[in-house]
């Protein structure tokens, strides 16, 4: 009889336990939930720094010199990269290498590598100085860009770099790319009803 009572008891526990579940999943809540709040623009505008490099779309507003650019990089650059760029204690050149690429002796620079110069301010912007990235105003970006690119041949002595500026300045390696068009790279992403 007490082997009953037990078994009872352990089976009202089961299925207790089945319907406190089945409870609680039926409370899950579901698309009318209300989580946090919505954003606005100017929460998501500190984030929002991309900038497409063939046409320099989303490059900011600013300018910046060659001559501040030289004042900014000794200030800011030079125990890391060197002298006018040549290599430094801890890091390669940043000038030289053009034309590099079509050979076997690669030398990777701004100059040789990036077919784009809105990518040397995107990566500055985003990276440098490696002690505080991101610290660097956008007139302190444009000036270093412009004394880099300087540096590299790219653009002349008295050269002020803004949005148009830069992005015209043509790459010596902007066709040193192949495009990838295998068939997935056109691919689109399903974002409703995908199954």
Known sequence: MQSFKTLIALVAAVALAGATVAHAQSKKPGPGAKYGKPIAEADIAPWDIDIRTP???????????????????????????????????QYGPMVGGVGSFTTTTRVLTPGS??????ILFDYTRRA??????????????????????????????DA???AKSL????????????????PDTKAVRCMKDCM
């Open 160 to 162: 002020v770099m803004d």
């Open 167 to 182: 992005a015209a300045v043509q790459m010596p390696n902007r066709n040193g790319f192949i495009v990838d068009d295998r």
């Open 55 to 89: 046409d320099g779309k989303g490059l900011p507003a600013g300018s910046g010199t060659v001559a501040q650019g030289k004042d900014l990089y000794a200030a800011t650059c030079l125990p890391c990269h060197g002298p006018e760029g040549k290599p430094g204690d």
């Open 113 to 118: 590598m990036y077919p784009y110069a809105a």
């Open 128 to 157: 440098m100085p490696m002690t505080a990235p991101q610290s660097l105003n956008n007139n302190q970006v444009y000036a270093l860009s412009a004394y880099l690119l300087f540096l590299n041949g790219l653009v002349k002595e």
